[in-house]
């Protein structure tokens, strides 16, 4: 071996340089990890994108190192060059403003404690039995397939504790034997609906909703053990999936009463595999309630309107389209104030007017008031709890921004709801510009998808500002092919690029549709 690696001091300083490379890899793989849901089959996809890996340093580094390795340089000289490398991009991480920075959660934690251990002794292996200049690529490497490793060994454990908050949750839930529980889902439109219904039903009724996008089991485990109170009359249980299975879980985990389904359409098709298997695991939230129990579903939704339920339980149908609704909207009208619609009631027209824009938040506020007749709220009250809904965070909320008008949808970005966005878009006075990264989690059909969302911006928006590269040529290519002005299409790496560009090119008398915001792993 090199006589350089005869002192002892060598071996640590080489090892320390290894430690110091793979460190800035390895929090970029965690951390991306996390993005992917701690799921191997997403953070697979990621990483076999080879075209993250793009940074043209890290192909002359690893050059630089074949060099040395080829004409015998000093091995001092590549620890300098390297240590410099690692130096460079601890600043630039440190530097980074994440859109969804890493959350150092007590798993990431027992993550990383499992991962370090493994990192140093594997490249104590690598230091003693592997050739040292090869040990420098190495480095950028394996702390990518480290994740693999760190998460098989794990696993157990989070499991176990999972089971554990669940089993705790579930045994809480017991014992509030009066308390009605409402199960919410649909591919989109879900985190609407909860907000709705929470906001018309706490006129009446001490309630309480799992927060934000808490829809997973973990995520509803922690709102029981934490916020459910003997008090409490509804729980109003966001129910999140995008494996078959897990609407099914989630059923008999919280055993709702009542059931309500929003829409159903093609998200999450990279994990379900078909729109088959989305309708049927959507649909549990219907078949699996007690038979004394209620469903309430939007019909208008075709896949929803066809499917033969397999449950003998009351069912209620709302919808604008479909004449064959219980709660039938009719005289609808949309402005940057917000929405105005009719209703029968009791053989009784009522009009409602709420802040929120689209047609769709109409459907979803049609499900909160076929609740609230349900439990009893008079019709008077559930006008007045319409009118006081408020606006829902990243989801066509109508916000101010430095003095211009924002359509904040970042939230909320899936085929048809991007569409039906547009169409807001398309109400609103001054140009009309959408910043979007496009449409996620499509499987094979991304590509199709997005080629459809650029087509349909066409007479919607004036201009069009595409974040990032995942998708933007497919929107791109769309939009173009249906006579969108290409000197209109704009294309920014980052969405504060997106920010300057509009502060320097449109007036206040404008209007921005924020479409989508994908976390960093997806943003390329």
Not at 106 to 124: D, F, H, M, N, S
Not at 470 to 483: E, F, M, P, R, Y
Request: charged fraction near 20%.
């Amino acid at each position: 071996m090199n006589e350089i690696l005869s002192f002892k001091g060598y071996y640590l300083i080489l090892l320390l340089t290894y430690l110091a490379l793979s460190f800035c890899f390895g929090k970029n793989a965690l951390h991306m990890f996390q993005q992917n849901r701690y799921e191997f089959k997403r953070y697979t996809s990621w990483l076999f994108d080879f075209k993250r890996f793009k940074f043209s340093f890290l192909y002359i580094y690893i050059l630089f190192v074949l060099i040395c390795l080829i004409f015998k340089i000093k091995i001092v000289i590549l620890i300098f060059v390297t240590l410099l490398l690692a130096i460079y991009l601890i600043y630039q991480e440190n530097n980074t403003e994440y859109i969804k920075p890493l959350v150092y959660t007590k798993r990431v934690i027992r993550q990383i404690v499992v991962y370090l251990i493994l990192g140093l002794t594997i490249y104590l292996l690598l230091l003693i039995y592997f050739n040292v200049y090869l040990n420098f690529i190495l480095c950028i490497i394996l702390p990518y397939l480290l994740i693999y490793l760190m998460a098989l060994i794990t696993w157990p454990f989070e499991e176990f504790i999972k089971k554990q908050y669940q089993n705790k949750a579930k045994k809480i839930l017991d014992t509030f034997k009066d308390l009605k529980k409402i199960g919410i889902t649909g591919s989109f439109g879900k985190t609407s609906t909860k907000n709705i219904i929470n906001d018309l039903l706490k006129e009446k009724y001490y309630t309480l909703m799992t927060p934000a996008s808490y829809n997973t089991p973990m995520g509803i485990t922690k709102t029981i053990r934490e916020s459910l109170k003997l008090a409490h009359e509804l729980f109003i249980c966001e129910m999140g999936a995008d494996h078959v299975g897990e609407i099914t879980k989630l059923m008999n985990f919280v055993r709702p009463q009542i059931g309500i389904v929003t829409s159903i359409g093609p998200q999450h098709l990279n994990t379900f595999g078909a729109i088959g298997y989305i309708i049927h695991e959507k649909m549990q939230a219907i078949e699996k309630l007690p038979a004394d129990g209620l469903g309430i579903i939007n019909i208008d939704n075709e896949y929803i309107n066809n499917y033969q339920i397999q449950n003998k339980v009351n069912i209620i149908k709302v919808g604008i389209h479909n004449e064959n609704a219980d709660y039938l909207a009719y005289d609808l009208h949309y402005s940057k104030n917000g929405s105005t619609f009719k209703l029968k009631l009791d053989g009784k027209a009522y009009k409602f007017q709420t802040v929120l824009l689209g047609e769709h938040n109409v459907v979803n506020i049609l499900c909160g008031i076929a609740l609230a007749k349900y439990l009893g709220m008079e019709n008077s009250e559930i006008v007045k709890a319409v009118a006081n809904i408020k606006q829902i965070e990243h989801r066509l909320q109508l916000k101010e921004i430095n003095g211009y008008t924002f359509i904040d949808n970042a939230f909320n970005s899936n085929p048809v709801g991007s569409k039906r966005s547009l169409d807001v878009l398309s109400t609103m006075p001054g140009n009309k510009i959408v910043v979007t990264p496009g449409l996620i989690d499509l499987g094979k059909e991304q590509a199709i998808y997005n080629y459809d969302f650029g087509k349909y911006m066409l007479n919607k928006a004036d201009f069009i500002i595409l974040v990032g590269n995942t998708n933007s040529g497919d929107i791109k290519k769309g939009a173009i092919d249906v006579g969108f002005n290409e000197e209109n299409i704009i294309t920014v790496s980052s969405v504060k690029e997106a920010f300057a560009y509009i502060y320097e090119h449109f007036s206040k008398n404008d209007t921005i549709l924020l479409e989508n915001d994908l976390p960093d792993a997806f943003l390329i």
